[in-house]
């Protein structure tokens, strides 16, 4: 059985508002509840997280003076892979049961091109090495000591991704760790991020060090186009947080996307695909999923299982953080 994220205090969690109204926002999101441009709104970066406003702000530098998408997404979460302080991102990530640092990344790109590395060590920007698989290789995917070979053949530099502070926290958890998955112990997980640059051109890129304290060789939904992550230049993008193996089972990005394009709004898709995880699901309210989601008019959505998820959309010369509606009440 997977357990739940610290953070959540599952006493505190009411019953869901309705079975039924799963989809239906118990908690509040302001941006949610704002009137909608109905013109395109561009440039604009969306992340997962509050830390999500350094990666845009990033992301926005590029943006603003013309750049492209695809490099404007990039540069956005390599803000977070190299912050040490993050302990599900890059350098300073939560290590795996065995005490490896191991990343996994996908990108995306406004031509529907891909990239993505799993289970990548001692490299601090997997997202550069998942551009580069798009890009310099003819595949999609490269994993582990392929993925290593690859990325230190094309110049990247062999670190130690292991901070002090994330192995005191592993020692500490071995003490009493059960020999099991757990999702990540801190509220901050995963970033995912979308941005629409000044033509209007969609990318997409998703990079983390996964559960903390995983099984070895446990890839979650981060590295895998569709699950973490999804990006159609025609209809939109969307991205995922939280515990992977609801996200790979549901194909939750590519979900929200199809859902788009199928009419729904980047919110009500986000709510559908929430919806989807929690039918599909019986133990639902011990983990947390969130996804956000951009559409070609620069219209964003964003909802989570659980309350505690918040994101950061850069808009309209202005970077803020909302915390996401949600299906479960507190
Ligand atoms: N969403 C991150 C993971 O489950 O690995």
């Known amino acids: 059985m997977f357990t739940r994220r610290n953070f959540l205090n599952r006493a505190a969690l009411g019953s869901l508002a309705a079975v039924s109204g799963v989809g239906l926002s118990a908690c509040s999101d302001a941006h949610a509840k704002e009137e909608k441009p109905a013109d395109a709104v561009k440039p604009l970066a969306i992340s997962t997280w509050d ?32 912050d040490p302080l993050n302990t599900s991102v890059g350098i300073g990530g939560a290590p795996d049961r065995d005490g490896h640092v191991t990343l996994d990344a996908c990108i995306m790109a406004p031509d529907g091109g891909c990239g993505s590395v799993c289970a990548l060590e001692h490299i601090v920007h997997p997202i550069s090495v998942a551009r580069m698989v798009m890009e310099k290789t003819p595949h999609v995917i490269l994993v582990g000591e392929g993925a290593l070979e690859f990325a230190l053949a094309q110049g ?46 969609i990318a997409g890129a998703c990079t983390t060090s996964g559960l903390a304290y995983k099984m070895r060789g446990r890839v979650g939904d981060s590295p895998i186009i569709g699950a973490g992550m999804f990006v159609d230049n025609e209809v939109g993008g969307a991205a995922a947080t939280g515990l992977g193996e609801a ?22 898709a986000c709510e559908e695909a929430v919806a989807r995880i929690v039918k599909k699901h019986k133990n639902y309210k011990d983990f947390q999923v969130g996804f956000i989601a951009v559409n070609k008019q620069g219209q964003t959505g964003a909802f989570s299982v659980q309350p505690g998820f918040n994101y950061a959309l850069f808009a309209n010369g202005e970077n803020k953080v909302y915390d996401a509606a949600c299906s479960m009440t507190k």
Not at 52 to 70: D, F, H, M
Not at 161 to 178: C, D, Q, Y
Not at 184 to 200: A, C, R, S, W, Y
């Open 51 to 82: 830390f999500g406003t350094k990666a845009n702000e990033a992301a926005w530098a590029i943006l603003t003076t013309g750049g492209k998408a695809l490099d404007a997404v990039e540069a956005g979460v390599m803000v977070i892979e190299a």
């Open 156 to 201: 990247f530099k062999k670190e130690n991704l292991l901070t002090e502070a994330s192995r005191k926290a592993w020692e500490a958890w071995k003490i009493n760790a059960k020999y099991e998955p757990k999702i990540n112990v801190e509220v901050h997980d995963t970033i995912g991020m979308l941005t629409i640059d000044q033509n209007g051109d």
């Open 247 to 268: 996200v790979l089972r549901t194909l939750g990005s590519f979900l929200v996307v199809e859902l788009m394009r199928n009419g729904k709004s980047p919110q009500e």
